[in-house]
């Protein structure tokens, strides 16, 4: 009986990419086909809508307030023992509003993985679709990246791009962007756990030779 892979997602608010990850991870039937589960969803607000969600499919949470850590390092440190309880094969920050600590990164080293609202390396960072609007770039999208100790940085699994139209304003970008990061980061988890990701000098080939990147189609 091969061991099943632990998959732990960490949210912070609405919880829309979690969702799409364990409803593939459900529809795919990961356990069985890939001997991996979505062991369990750690929110570091306590009134995140996302718990709910992760509840109503059937996946453990917990809330881990980080307003009642003195510290950063302390914080990290609950967080990181909450996580290892399920023994983590992945761990996924899904919308987590946190900077974590280079000791926290480290630890998770080559299975942290992120996803960001911009075509890294351009605008990481916050108001990523407003920065976009008003730097006027024509093509936008969102980033699946492996983690690293510096803020949305770190090698890049997935990108996926959309256009940005005239009419667009940060709420309709960001709802057209979101739709694609739905679609990519189960795919990158599911090629994490398939096997199929090298990184090599800080770059990520996808064995298989699928493309690492997604257009929204117009
Ligand atoms: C997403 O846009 C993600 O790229 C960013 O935060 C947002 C989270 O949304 N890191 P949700 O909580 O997954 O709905």
């Known amino acids: 009986m091969p061991t099943v892979k632990n998959i732990v997602i960490l949210i912070s608010g609405r919880g829309s990419n979690m969702e799409a990850i364990v409803r593939s991870a459900q529809t795919e039937q990961w356990e069985s086909v890939l001997q991996a589960r979505i062991a369990g969803v750690i929110s570091n607000r306590p009134n995140a809508a996302g718990l709910a969600i992760a509840r109503d499919l059937g996946v453990p949470t917990l809330a881990l307030d980080h307003k009642i850590y003195a510290t950063r390092e302390a ?65 936008h999208g969102s980033t699946v990246h492996f983690v690293t100790p510096d803020l949305d940085d770190g090698p890049i699994i997935i990108q996926a791009a959309v256009p940005v139209l005239a ?46 990147w997604h257009m929204q189609n117009e």
């Not at 080293?109 to 006027?136: C, E, K, V, Y």
């Not at 709802?175 to 090298?198: M, N, S």
């Open 75 to 139: 914080f990290d440190a609950a967080l990181a023992q909450a996580i290892d309880a399920w023994q983590p094969d992945l761990v996924l920050l899904a919308g987590f509003m946190r900077v974590l600590t280079a000791g926290f990164v480290g630890r998770y080293a080559g299975r942290l993985m992120n996803i960001h609202p911009s075509l890294l390396p351009s605008f990481a960072g916050l108001d990523t679709h407003q920065r976009a609007l008003d730097t006027g770039v024509k093509i």
């Open 167 to 212: 009419q667009d304003n940060a709420s309709t970008l960001a709802t057209r962007v979101l739709q694609q990061e739905h679609r990519i980061y189960p795919l990158a988890v599911r090629w994490f756990v398939e096997g199929q990701l090298q990184v090599e000098q800080g770059r990520v080939r996808q064995l298989q030779g699928q493309p690492q």
